[in-house]
């Protein structure tokens, strides 16, 4: 952006994509009203194809249905609704918005105006299909392409073909489906050796997802992490612990950077099998090698011992979590705020519920819920407070009847 910012202050000449991509960046790093008033501003000559579909493309990604489809009105009238591009944009955001229904009549105006459906026409289409349960629908579209556009067949189409069949839980059709796919990739494609493994994960065939992963290595002797948390993912799904812990020892002992995702996935895997010793010693290894942030495995943590109801552990580990949140961009959920409070109202715990209290307070603030139990565990425990009143005014939360009732009882005028 600072790039192309430079550039046209100095008049240095702009194509016609350089106006797209200037569009394109300024919606994601100012905002859709600045990438608006640029497209606006523009030249006419600059308002042309490439620019259009961009902002088409900013509202659909947005789910701005009204703006993007009003947009494409416009370019219908200046025939610039003339590309696959267009239509694919338009599909994606009917996908986006829940409305697959809406994808078939789009590829069926696209062929009125004889328009050649794309790979990525095709398989969201195929898509669109699969949201609708109509399976047979989703293989037609196979059938079309390889009856009138074989030239857009690729492993891509059997990769989406292969996902319809996983969520329908058709195993059988879904394992024929990936043995094309993988007739069609080549044997550098690392994306493609991704979704044979998730694919193969999702129909809980842990043998295929290990050879795969074996001809991945062979292709790419320096795996990096995606590939790595693609495995672990594939692994912590098939609940295969065993073969989790020896690819985490493979990562953590050849990997360049510490990526904290992967720490993630084998922490949650672990914890979920309550193996308690070896997720503190991912946890460890991340704290040692990562630059974090790390409140998402604190946070799973976290959860773990409040599950247990081992309370004083489940307050440190948010202790930690808050300490490294800058922005807002963690706080505990919820069900775990709740479940905290009404553990200390059970145990007529009035000091766990404050400090409790107070360390939320630090994340995100104190809401009216938060207060009530707060007030409950007062009341379980027959103590008082007398700045109670004061603090919830302090803390900008409303008073009803029932919080009203409460506060009788704990801050007696």
Known sequence: MQIMEWMENRKIFFSYADYAVRLDLLSKTKGLAAAEEYFNNLSPSAKNLSTYGTLLNCYCKEKMEEKALA??????????????????????LHMRLGKPEMVPPLVDEMKKRSISPDTF??????QS?????????AERVLEEIKRENEDKLNWTTYSNLA???????????AELALKKLEEEM??????????????????????????????LKSAFPKTNNMSYLIMFQALANLNDMDGLKICFEEWKSSCFSFDVRLANVAISAFLGW?????????????????????????????????????IDMALKYMEAAASEVKNNEWQPAPERVL???KYFEEEKDVEGAEKFCKILKNISGLDSNAYQLLLQTYIAAGRTEPEMRKRMK????????????????????
């Open 394 to 413: 302090e803390d900008d939360i409303e008073v009803d009847s029932k919080i009203e009732d409460l506060l009788r009882r704990v801050c007696p005028e």
């Open 339 to 341: 479940a905290f409070l």
């Open 71 to 92: 947009l494409f009105e416009k370019m219908d009238e200046l025939n610039f609704a003339s590309t696959s591009l267009t239509f694919n944009n338009l599909m994606s």
């Open 129 to 137: 299909y699969a949201r609708l349960n109509d399976i047979e629908g």
């Open 274 to 310: 309550d193996m308690i010793k070896d997720a503190e010693s991912i946890l460890y290894e991340a704290v040692k090698r990562s630059s974090g942030p790390l409140y998402t495995a604190l946070d799973m943590f976290m959860a773990h011992h409040l599950k247990d109801r081992e």
């Open 121 to 126: 026409t095709y398989n969201i289409l195929m």
């Open 163 to 173: 996902a319809v069949y996983v969520n329908a839980r058709l195993f059988e059709k």
């Open 186 to 215: 080549g044997f550098h494609d690392r994306l493609a050796y991704h979704f044979l493994i998730s694919l193969y994960a999702g129909i809980n065939n842990l043998s295929e997802v290990n050879r795969v992963w074996n001809s």
